[in-house]
């Protein structure tokens, strides 16, 4: 096993520090003492926050660019190794070359993730993005001691503070736990809406041509466009706002525990359509679930499921009876109707 850096062994620039947390983060003996050393970190500084994103975005940038032969020239320089070797560089490699990269530039600010998909001005530096991947789910601390749950394939960017705490949801799904601040309301924009908050927790999903809000406690207001013009409206715990394209605002009662149980890596469905639970999971993993017959799709599913566990779903559909597994391969799991018994 090896040692976490100790404090003195430690970059103080927040920029150098977060690439050696990074880096520190990604071998497979991290122990739960390096954990609460990073956490600490993380908390004892806004700055840190924003240098930890800062290098989750740049990764992000980074893993798409792999086989540009610039990008593997400096990676090989900053890693000792052999360019002419092809192989995909690892999460701990890349910390490391971000590290001495940023070290030798003193500090040079790393490229960030163009997620606006129009042709504006990309994010200043001091407006990190924060993005997780297919499957993954990651929590952060923002400078006010609020939190941040980013679901899978999402994007969210932080915006300057001042009067405002203002974050952009890009795409995806968050939960967001408010510190109050009743002097700055806290405000996550999505799409041509806004969620203002002064204390609370909700989720906030963005989907295709669809805006969901889901509010766990306190209350929020919902500001934005809707089919007969602005409107505002305020939700009260226990409820969710769904907007859709050419439909008007709908806020309804519902289980809260229920919606909100993806935050543990849960996902907990009672008597939904097997369609719609499959294309739930499917959000979660890249390895798909399909089911083209119709009567199969419509069969009502309940239970609690593990977030990216496609593979234990299809096993327990299968050992409830309810489908079979047809062609499956590293990309997708058939789901096909139980055979008849004769």
Do not use: C
Not at 37 to 62: E, I, K, M, S
Not at 110 to 123: I, N, Q, Y
Not at 259 to 267: K, T
């Amino acid at each position: 096993m090896t040692s976490t850096p100790s404090e003195h062994e430690r970059p103080a620039d927040p920029a150098s520090a977060a690439a050696t947390w990074f880096a520190r983060l990604q071998d497979g003996d991290v122990s739960l003492q390096d954990q609460r050393d990073f956490q600490r970190w993380l908390n004892a500084d806004p700055r840190h926050a924003d240098a930890w994103g800062a290098v989750n975005a740049a990764w992000d940038d980074l893993s798409r660019l792999e086989d540009d032969p610039a990008l593997a020239a400096m990676r090989a320089d900053a890693l000792s190794i052999d360019a002419s070797r092809p192989r995909r560089p690892s999460r701990r490699d890349f910390g490391l070359a971000a590290a001495g990269l940023i070290a030798a530039a003193g500090g040079a600010a790393l490229s960030w993730r163009w997620l606006t998909g129009d042709k504006a001005v990309p994010p200043a530096p001091d407006e990190p993005v924060f993005t997780t991947a297919v499957g993954e789910r990651s929590t952060f601390r923002l400078p006010d001691n609020s939190v941040v749950t980013l679901g899978t394939d999402s994007a969210i960017r932080v915006h300057h503070w001042d009067q405002q705490r203002r974050l952009t949801l890009l795409r995806g799904q968050a939960y967001f736990e408010v510190a109050k601040d009743k002097a700055r309301p806290f405000i996550v924009a999505a799409g041509d809406k806004a969620v203002t908050a002064v204390g609370t927790a909700f989720d906030v999903r963005l989907d295709p041509g669809k805006l969901s809000v889901t509010l766990v406690e306190g209350r929020v207001r919902i500001a934005g466009a809707s089919p007969n013009g602005p409107r505002r409206v305020e939700m009260s715990a226990g409820s969710r706002f769904v907007a859709a394209d050419n439909a008007d605002w709908t806020i309804a009662s519902i289980d809260t525990a229920k919606e909100a149980a993806w935050v543990q890596g849960r996902l907990v469905f009672d008597g939904e359509p097997l369609s719609t639970v499959v294309a739930e999971m499917n959000r979660f993993s890249t390895r798909k679930l399909t089911v083209s017959d119709a009567a199969l799709a419509a069969t009502p599913v309940s239970g609690v499921f593990k977030t990216g566990q496609v593979e234990a779903f299809a096993t327990a559909l299968r050992t409830y009876g309810l489908a079979e597994i047809g062609r499956s391969d590293p990309r997708a799991i058939e789901l096909v109707p139980p055979a008849r018994k004769l």
